[in-house]
T-cell receptor, first 112, second 109 residues
């Protein structure tokens, strides 16, 4: 099956710093990737749709200047959380679309 | 608006059969997907229904009725490892998924 990786799996940072999360499709090319955020015991909330070679499409309520998305190649999308604050602490999950969406293992971000 | 409804929690015993229902109201509908997520892990794809009817994959089956905006996931021969959260998700165009709130399944011995 399709494999999607994420790096890092876990990150702890100080408030005010920026954190970059990478999402890679390992065995297929993905024109479209998605970024989700999940708080404890809650559902996945779609943050944005990342399209290779074009600007990301953000969901309502998601600050595009805070969550920078770059999809520079067909196998890599990055999410940068800029000026992170404790309320940004969450589980961030990416997915890549082929016949369906295949999810990465997630990145747990803790902002102190 | 868009909404998906599924029960918040279900408890069943090992070896039993459990059905998790999902009703949806969305703009744009291509199909209904089901994902499993263990605590601390990422969602794992289980099943997809693009057409009405039943899809069977081993112990798991999924059903869709587009006219009723309804689907369900059926888990048979429950095992302890099936304890997890299960999400239904509507696929609209461009592979975009809208997730339900999730059903936490607890399998007891």
């Amino acid at each position: 099956g399709a494999v999607v990786s994420q790096h890092p799996s876990r990150v702890i940072c100080k408030s005010g710093t920026s954190v970059k999360i990478e999402c890679r499709s390992l065995d297929f090319q993905a024109t479209t990737m998605f970024w989700y955020r999940q708080f404890p015991k809650q559902s996945l909330m779609l943050m944005a749709t990342s399209n290779e070679g074009s600007k990301a499409t953000y969901e309502q309520g998601v600050e595009k200047d805070k969550f920078l998305i770059n999809h520079a190649s067909l196998t890599l999308s990055t999410l940068t959380v800029t000026s992170a604050h404790p309320e940004d602490s969450s589980f961030y999950i990416c997915s890549a679309a082929q016949d369906t969406q295949y999810f990465g293992p997630g990145t747990r971000l803790t902002v102190l | 608006g868009q909404s998906l409804e599924q029960p918040s929690e279900v408890t069943a015993v090992e070896g039993a059969i459990v059905q998790i229902n999902c009703t949806y109201q969305t703009s744009g509908f291509y199909g209904l997907s089901w994902y499993q997520q263990h605590d601390g892990g990422a969602p794992t794809f289980l099943s997809y229904n693009g057409l009405d009817g039943l899809e069977e994959t081993g112990r798991f089956s999924s059903f869709l009725s587009r006219s009723d905006s309804y689907g369900y996931l059926l888990l048979q021969e429950l095992q302890m490892k099936d304890s997890a959260s299960y999400f239904c998700a509507v696929r609209n165009s461009s592979y975009k998924l809208i997730f339900g709130s999730g059903t936490r399944l607890l399998v007891r011995p």
